[in-house]
């Protein structure tokens, strides 16, 4: 149950980011501790998701790693965020993932047309949310691990963030890496284990699922993710973009229904969620313009192959919501 008024919240998370902007000097940092340490509980968990969707990179984490310099005071907050954070019977889900080939067609995968959103990444991820925290508004249903390059201005973040708004997944939280992260598949993976290792220190009510692709070390990345903090990472998925073996441990998609599948049998959706994500993958379908009619066959035909492999019950569950 909310304690505080969302009003006061969002006023709250208002406040903290207009001190985090720009020099924050030790008395900003003392009033941010203050407002960040006043409340607990579920409060604090909507405090600090009101925080990282604040629609820039003034996010969550840049605020205590970066912008409060004060060591004890930034101890004190994250001792903060362990004992006085919302528990649950239940740990809600945060979902993390890669971007370019992972959310939208980009580098490797020519299954479909460059830039198209996947069908069905937006329904499946407003699943998990909705299954995972369904009563909370300003949770933040995305967390982006991305290679790309991050600037001081966070010029390139916010970009990011516009780019995703337009494609259908608004208040995304997005952790960059360097330029120099980009100089192999390992360097890439081991700045977003980094990423990930301070961030989830932030949320100590959640765990995690992560989707990444074959392409570009995500596998390398979910096997460092389930080795040193299995207890935080309830599962991997990987868009599989080529022939590269999965790692031991992750679970290979073709289509974000099959992944869906994969998170019906962890128990984190149901079948209903899983027939709704088919059923907006095929109306998604109809809206891209493929490259040829082969390269729409064979999206579809992959589609089709996930829905054979599924249960009669199953079956008719989609041909009920189709008929609608």
Known sequence: ????????????????????????????????????????????????????????????????????????????????????????????IRVLSDVDDTLYASLHDKRYPTSSLYPGVVTLHEELQAASFSEQSHVAALVLLT???RD??????????????????????????????LRSH??????????????????????????????????????????????RVVSILIHQVNDRLPEEGTRTFDTYFGASLSLLSLGLLDEAACARVYQSSLEHMEKIVFDSNQQMRAAKDALERELSRTSPFFLERVAALTAK
């Open 186 to 231: 390992e360097a890439m993976a081991l700045r977003k284990f980094t990423n990930f290792q301070i961030y989830q220190e932030l949320y100590p009510e959640y765990v995690f699922v992560f989707f990444g692709d074959s392409g570009q070390g995500d596998a390398i990345l979910g096997r460092m993710m389930r080795e040193q903090l299995p207890n």
């Open 152 to 181: 001081k201005m966070g010029v390139v973040e916010r970009w990011t963030q516009r780019q995703m708004t337009r494609k259908g997944l608004p208040q995304v939280t997005v952790l960059s890496g360097t330029l120099f992260d």
């Open 147 to 149: 290679a790309r390059p």
């Open 1 to 92: 149950m909310q304690g505080i008024a969302e009003s006061e919240i969002l006023e709250m998370a208002v406040k903290i980011q207009a001190l985090q902007r720009g020099y924050t000097s030790p008395r900003n940092e003392k009033e941010i501790a203050k407002l960040v340490l006043s409340v607990e509980g579920l409060d604090l968990t909507r405090l600090k998701n009101a925080i990282d969707t604040g629609g820039d990179h003034s996010d969550l984490l840049e605020l205590v790693y970066s912008d409060i310099d004060d060591k004890d005071i930034r101890a004190e907050i994250l001792n903060h965020f362990v004992t006085r954070s919302a528990k649950f019977e239940k740990a809600p």
